[in-house]
């Protein structure tokens, strides 16, 4: 078994490798978080400063260092770019299928490990996540990991069935340390998250002290621990200054809404439901009823489970930003359920009924339309102009970006998959051994064929979609590298301009200030890219001139006197 067991995670870790490492490099960053990102680990680099994190070489409070040494690490290996800048998301991605399966292969059995992995795998959101420059994937596993080794503490104080070699006390000390790593990647909600859950699961325990205070206190202190690599140095090294900043910018992040991220009350259940096509639809049946388990701790682990996506879930609708990533800790607990319900109507305990069915083809369609649709769309950019009103859209949608119709290859193999899986679905309906089989292809053919869609999807469009949405500047930018120049956006909010033209050190303080830049005496040129909608704003101010235009992008220079 134990063999059984390394063999299977090194395929798992070169599924995800070769799956998640390639073309990491073929498309630009995307603004704002994966330039942010990058940017400020490109300035790590340069400053070396490596405990205080800096963008456009002013300090950033808004995030702990981590993922910048990630990133950093990527860079002074492989170069600055967009390949190192996501290459720790892809090695997330990797390390993740692998957990899950040591974890369902633990509690359950190989077959479980296996379809929890495959899961995550081929659900949308997580595969393109691991494609990212975004933090999220990393701050998730250690939150996932810390939780999971407080329940093993729990477990093993209990004496739950479940065999656990190691002292009580190292499950809690792990448990705190990987929370302690979530707070150095994103911040103390990592905590937060965890102790809510502990606390949901204390009122479902009738208020029975299933921790003591001693116990919870040791958990804490192990965390904090982790913490003070960095708060203690930083405070040591530098003042209170930055931390109290950063601790009152975790407070705003809830209170207010982030870069005008507003969105309705319901925003994170769409998200979930369409976002993590397949697992969405087999999650909400494990929500309900299922067979009793045979062992007490696989019962207690789904609550565990069910607890932690409520958690989150109810915790970033109360949020005032809305932002797509902010509900990605629930794909951790929204995999297992779905891998729960999977393993159950493999086995013939649950069926997979019409509902789930219909649910599966609804956002398979969903998928499909838009893969199918954009194609059209983009080669008929001209007739559909008319009908966008802002005036960066339909300049946008101008944009020189070849259509073959091979496009819709995606589209035609998620149907293809949808297909194939439920022929094998519907040969397995009637519960023998050889049925079981049947299901379990099924299941293999919708999540692998799932996450080959995902990829393929990526491939065919998403060069195109940068095309029309940031391109042109992200050109703009890149042609002035080297250059001893000024380089700033107007009207919107962008670290493109930082990341793109590889800005260096900032030796002139007034460059910071705008009014200098558009109308003081400067030291050098400046550059200014606008949207076509702000571009009046610019045309008033003397010795403004306009030097292009491009994609609904207006580019502005002033020259310094010689």
Known sequence: MQ????????????????F????????????????????????????????????????????????????????????????????????????????????????????????????????????????????????????????????????????????????????????????????????????????????????????????????????????????????????????????????????????????????????????LLIGCFPASIFAIRSFFKLPNESFRYRDDFRRWMKYLFWVVLILFTIVKSKIVHYSSMCYFPLTYLAALSMDKIISGEIRLNRYLGAGLWALAGVFALAVLAMPFVGMNADVLRPLFKDPFAQESLGADVHWTGWEVIPGIFLLCVMA????????????????????????????????????????????????YSQRAAIEFFESKVGQNCYVVPHGYRSYAPLFYTQKPRVTNKNSYDRNWLYTGDIDKDVFVVTKIQSAHELKDIAGMEEIGRKNGFVFFKRTAAK
Request: aromatic residues 24%.
């Open 3 to 18: 063999g059984q067991s390394i063999r299977t995670s090194f395929l798992l870790a070169l599924l995800g490798a070769v």
């Open 20 to 271: 998640y490492i390639p073309f990491l490099g073929g498309v630009h960053l995307f603004d704002w978080d994966e330039i942010n990102f990058a940017e400020i680990s490109r300035e790590m680099l340069i400053t070396r400063e490596y405990f205080r994190v800096y963008v456009n070489f002013l300090p950033f409070w808004e995030k702990p260092p981590l993922f910048f040494w990630m990133q950093g690490s990527g860079m002074s290996l492989f170069g600055v770019g967009e390949f190192a800048a996501r290459l720790p998301n892809a090695l997330c991605g990797v390390a993740t299928l692998v957990l899950v399966y040591q974890i369902g292969r633990r509690l359950y059995h190989h077959r479980f490990g296996l379809i929890w992995a495959l899961t995550y795998f081929g659900t949308v959101l997580p595969f393109l996540y691991f494609k990212s420059g975004i933090i999220d994937p990393w701050f998730n596993f250690f939150i996932f990991a810390g939780l999971y080794y407080f329940i093993l503490f729990y477990w093993k104080k209990d004496r739950f069935e479940l065999e656990l070699p190691h002292k009580t006390w190292f499950y809690l000390f792990l448990g705190g340390f990987w929370i302690g790593m979530g707070i150095l990647a994103k911040g103390q909600v990592a905590y937060l998250i965890a102790v809510l859950t502990m606390g949901v699961y204390w009122v479902s325990q009738r208020f029975r002290m299933y921790v003591s205070v001693p116990q919870f206190l040791f958990f804490t202190v192990a965390a904090s621990l982790v913490t003070l690599t960095w708060y203690g140095l930083e405070t040591w090294k530098n003042g209170t200054w930055f931390i109290v900043e950063f601790n009152k910018y975790q407070y705003r992040l809830f209170s207010t809404p982030d870069a005008g991220h507003k969105g309705f009350p319901g925003y994170h259940f769409v998200v």
């Open 420 to 467: 194939a899986a439920f022929y094998f679905f519907r040969k397995g309906q009637h519960g023998a051994a050889e049925t079981r089989h049947s299901r379990w292809k099924g299941f293999q053919v919708l999540f692998a064929g799932s996450g080959v869609f995902v990829l393929l999807t990526l491939i065919f469009f998403i060069k195109r979609i940068e095309g």
